[in-house]
């Protein structure tokens, strides 16, 4: 039996994928601080639903706690890791940059030396679309330069990317980034725009739209974010790129690969399928851009497709559809 150790193991898309894995009969090592960021009684609730299965072992914690995870490479000797613990979210970087710095940065650190004196078969660590920053070349490619980044936010993430590309030289540690576009689904975070936008509307107040809806975002629902995860487990980097498209380090068995739905969908489309699901007629409040924000992303998914055969199966529709399905029955039609 395989052993993944997942990292983010209670947050939305740890929970997913630990589900997915042990359901394919890997044992899981799931650690996760339970950070108070946003609800925890959700995080507890993914963690006690994936304990239903006799292969996870939840472990509390930190990663960023000196030692904690060279104790778990040592002891458990994961076959794969799967890095998706971070401080999440655009707009808190803005306030709360040290909460990101000590996961985001510290954590990646505990995280890479872990694997340096216990490697693993295979490293794959998350990152952000946010990375791209102020590139406006759509849809965005894994070779375009990636130095602008527009939040600290995204700036710990590529900071994460580099640094493991860094161990990946030095130690030979086989490692896949993944940049993530707008993930969403059942069992998502509060903070994010579908969660908002859903509890607001069932409790009849309006919905803050920025840059007056003038948005476009490459959402990817999570049963296809997982499917692009797992494919990657086996798409070891190696010593030649699979194809022009591949961007291979030259020094490093290290690439990165982007993870979307590679169809960027208008935000008022977004919420246009939101307003169906729902019933209701969303009260827009037109606001400015957020500070950070950009405009749009678009995911060129060539890469992961040649990798793994990915494609991604869920339209925004359905995928929104199944979301309120699930906020209903978790929440009932009030405010979550």
Known sequence: MKTALITGSAGFIGYHLADRLLAAGWRVIGLDCLSPYYDVRLKECRHARLAEHPGFMPIIGKLEDPDRLMRLFATHKPDAVIHLAAQAGVRHSIDAPRDYLEANLIGTFELLEAARAHPPAHMLIASTSSAYGANTQMPFDERQQADHQMSFYAATKKAGETMAHSYAHLYGLPTTMFRFFTVYGPWGRPDMALFKFTQAMQAGQPIDVYNHGRMSRDFTYIDDLVSGITGLIDAVPGDQPVSEQDNLSPVAPFRVVNIGASRPTPLMDYIAALETALGITAQK???????????????????????????????????????????????GDTQG
């Open 285 to 331: 409040n037109l606001m400015e851009m957020q500070a950070g924000d950009v405009p749009a992303t678009w995911a060129d998914t060539s890469l992961l497709s040649q990798l793994t055969g990915y494609e991604p199966q869920v339209p925004v529709e359905e995928g929104v559809a199944r979301f309120v399905t699930w906020y209903r029955a978790y929440y």
